[in-house]
């Protein structure tokens, strides 16, 4: 497959999730290349929405693309979250956050009543494979390190929230144990796994054509 018919299944897939929006719902905004497109469908469609997004990247580009955006702090339940994904397995679990910002799209989308995951096909695999993203907490660093094992740092900023992003390099057997050891440790501020719990629609776009999942 070319990188342009990526790019056009992103798109495709960006603009059907954009059609399922509707005229006053509180909308989650997720990060990368494939939410990229959603947000000037979304803007064209002249809605009257509450948006909230989940990196200062998605923030702008909404914002330019005429979508009222605002802190998520008063807001306490979204209508529907849409956001792009690295690895889409059976289940579905999803690995987000090779953009970063899998800490705000977890807590985005747990937050949501629905929430629609966009990608192209290539995203899609019979079984996660590593890495993972983990965001840890930047007090003790060292030693969550030290007890997990596996890990390894990114390099680069940190979040916007202060957090030290790395990456789960250790088999991943089964996604359901992975989620919860990392959960369990204390200097884990959130993983990159998204278990069937958070998603209601999977929708993937392969040369041009769309594979919908539906809502639960
Ligand atoms: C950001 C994410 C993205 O949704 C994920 O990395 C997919 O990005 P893209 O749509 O650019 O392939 O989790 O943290």
Redesign the pocket.
């Known amino acids: 497959m070319t990188a342009g018919s990526v790019e056009t299944d ?1 798109r495709l897939a960006a603009e059907y999730a954009a059609s399922l929006v509707q005229d006053g719902m509180r909308v989650g905004l ?7 497109p959603l947000l000037p469908a979304l803007g064209a469609r002249g809605l009257r929405l509450r948006c909230v997004a ?2 200062p990247a998605t923030a702008a580009a909404a914002r330019a693309a005429g979508l009222a955006v605002e802190p998520f702090e008063s807001l306490t339940e979204l209508d529907i979250a849409i ?4 690895q889409i397995a059976p289940g579905p679990w999803l690995v ?7 800490t705000r ?1 977890k807590i985005v989308a747990a937050a949501a009543a629905r929430f629609v995951v ?3 096909g290539e ?1 899609r695999v019979e079984r996660i494979r590593p890495p993972v ?1 983990v965001e840890l907490l930047a007090f003790g660093t060292a030693s969550t390190l030290h007890r997990l094992g596996h890990v390894v740092l990114r390099g680069g900023p940190p979040s916007p929230d202060g957090g030290v992003i790395a990456d789960w390099t250790g088999p991943v057997e089964d996604p359901a144990a992975l989620a919860a050891r990392l959960d369990a440790e204390p200097g884990v501020v959130a993983h ?1 796994l998204f278990g069937p719990e958070l998603v209601t629609d999977v929708v993937v776009a392969s040369a041009g054509d769309l594979a919908i999942r539906a809502p639960r």
Do not use: C, L, N
Request: proline fraction near 4%; avoid cysteine; charged fraction near 25%.
């Open positions: 992103k997720g990060t990368g290349t494939t939410v990229a989940t990196s956001d792009g994904a690295d987000k956050g090779g953009g970063r910002a899998h799209e966009i990608a192209s995203k993203p990159g």
